[in-house]
C-alpha cells in the first residue's frame, strides 16, 4: 500500500471496526460503569509502542487508541478476550481521569488505578506492571 493513501475499501473498513470498537465500548460503559464514562471515539492504530492509550487534552479525555499490532492470542476467542482486557485497561483510566484519581505515577498503575481495576472486573498480574486479565469473560462481555 502507498503511503497516506489507503485505498476507498480500506478506508471503510478501517472505519467500520472502529465503529465496532465505540459500540463496543458503549456497552462495556453501560454494563461496567453504569454508563459514567464520556461517550468517545475508541480506534484501531498500528505501529505505537503501547496496546492502548487514553488521549486526554486539557484534562478532558477525547478518545482512545487500541494497538491493533499487539492484539494476540492462538485463537480467536482469546484474541478478543486481549483486546477486551486492553479496552477495559484503558476504561479504567477514563474513570480514573473523570473521578480525579491518580492511575499512573512513576512508570506505575497507581494504587487507585488498581482498586478500580479490580472494582471494574479487571485482576491486576504484577508483572510488568502493566498486565490486567479479565475476571470474567462472561461477566464483562455479555
Ligand atoms: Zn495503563
Same mark, same amino acid.
Given at each position: 500500500m502507498r503511503e497516506g493513501q489507503a485505498p476507498a475499501t480500506d478506508q471503510s473498513a478501517a472505519q467500520e471496526l472502529d465503529a +465496532? +470498537?465505540?459500540g463496543i465500548y458503549g456497552a462495556m460503559n453501560c454494563n461496567l460503569f453504569n454508563s459514567e464514562l464520556p461517550g468517545i471515539q475508541v480506534q484501531f492504530t498500528s505501529g %505505537?509502542? !503501547? %496496546?492502548g492509550v487514553t488521549q486526554v487534552c486539557n484534562g478532558e479525555v477525547t478518545g482512545i487508541l487500541i494497538n491493533a499490532d499487539t492484539i494476540r492470542g492462538d485463537s480467536t476467542e482469546a484474541r478478543a478476550d486481549y483486546l477486551a482486557g486492553i479496552l477495559l485497561h484503558e476504561m479504567i483510566h477514563v474513570y480514573c481521569i473523570i473521578n480525579g484519581l491518580p492511575h499512573y505515577e512513576g512508570g506505575k498503575h497507581t494504587p487507585e488505578f488498581i482498586e478500580a481495576a479490580a472494582d471494574h472486573g479487571l485482576f !491486576? =498480574? =504484577?508483572?510488568m506492571n502493566t498486565n490486567f486479565l479479565m475476571a470474567d469473560r462472561a461477566e464483562i462481555l455479555k
Open positions: +465496532l +470498537l465505540t %505505537a509502542r !503501547y %496496546a !491486576y =498480574d =504484577d508483572f
